[in-house]
């Protein structure tokens, strides 16, 4: 296995990265970034995933897979349980890590910063969006803690469809949106003999200062 791994590797062909073709603030760009990904034949279907890093109050980090919401002017938006293990995580600690991979771009971007809730009512928005099983089923799981079988939860989940059956419920008070308030933002774009181009944003008070990274 470990010769098969050391063998493995990819050839890096597409764009390049240069100074004069990027902003001068990282989210015009991650905004393109993810468009293109969406449209991108070889990209993944969920273009918006995530990998999103937490770290709790003892210092073990933590990851997992997201879905961004909404790209905001200063920030990625997505949504979980308050009670999560996330969630505890960033109430002991409010910073956070960010990446996307698109292979078929060969591209990935990394973002890190601070973590806030965003308003009741941005959450609320959101919280009506989506279809109403998922809504139901943000009241019959208590994300992260033990459960004693599949059946269990999907007992929980028939008593909510009965309860409110005539009259879907709000959102729950311990369920709702996060944003990521970004401190630091790179940009890495695969290049031929692992000569990548990375491109680095850091939030300044004066706004935003660009740096190219060795790779």
Known sequence: MSEHLQNMRRHYQRDGLLEAHVPDEPFALLHAWLQQAIECEQAPVEANAMYLASVDAQGLPHCRVVLLKDLAADGLVFYSHYRSAKGCDFAANPQAAATFHWPGLERQVRVEGVVERVTAAESDRYYQSRPLL???????????????????????????????????????????????LALRVEFWQGRPGRLHDRINYLKKESGWRRERLAP
Do not use: V
């Open 134 to 180: 998922s809504r139901l089923a943000c009241w019959a799981s208590e994300q992260s803690q033990p459960l004693g079988s599949r059946a269990e939860l999907e007992a929980r989940l028939q008593q909510i469809q009965q309860q409110y059956a005539d009259n879907p419920p709000e959102r729950p008070e311990d369920w709702g949106g996060y944003r990521l």
